[in-house]
């Protein structure tokens, strides 16, 4: 028998290691693992570790835990991994940054960004495509904006234009 928490761990260490696009196939998973939970009980796990699905290159969806681990910093090349491979556009106005995303993806980059630790960050919000990001005073938008541009591997140039 597995209490809730190990039941919990090993949820995330199989979302984290395969593609797990539902929660039938978690639940055999789990059942391979030696533990047998129903779907019911899959779901409210789900929930509790903050599971969301995020599309994948080729169409599909799967399961991501985007705070596995959310006391640790994200280190810079995770953060660089994360933003190269899901930002395609970063614009912005005033102390706010828009980051546009693959649909289903932004709060991926979003929970990235919020680990980061990123100074001149001051927080984010993710819908499915999009995130507003504010920038502190001291760096702006144009900074932050650049910033994420630079992360992203985006190229910057003088005829980005800004969101109004």
């Not at 001051?122 to 495509?129: K, R």
């Not at 650049?146 to 190229?155: F, H, N, Q």
Request: net charge negative; with cysteine; aromatic share 2%.
């Amino acid at each position: 028998m597995s209490t809730k928490a190990q039941r919990q761990q090993l949820i995330a260490t199989l979302i984290s290691q395969q593609a797990v696009t539902n929660q039938p196939q978690l639940v055999e998973l789990l059942l391979g693992s030696g533990i047998s939970a129903t779907q019911a009980t899959v779901s409210r796990d789900l929930e509790d570790l903050g599971a969301v699905k995020v599309r994948v290159p080729g169409g599909d969806t799967v399961y991501a835990i985007p705070e596995f681990a959310p006391a640790r910093l994200a280190p810079e090349d995770q953060l660089r991994r994360v933003m190269g491979e899901w930002v395609a556009d970063v614009q912005h106005s005033g102390p706010m940054v828009v980051v546009r995303t693959p649909p289903g993806c932004a709060h991926v980059v979003a929970s990235a960004l919020d680990r980061s630790g990123m100074h001149g960050l001051i927080g984010t919000v993710a819908g499915d495509d999009t995130i507003f990001c504010i920038a502190s005073e001291d760096i702006g938008g144009a900074g932050m904006a650049d910033k994420l541009r630079e992360l992203a591997g985006i190229a910057t140039n003088s005829k980005v234009r800004k969101v109004s």
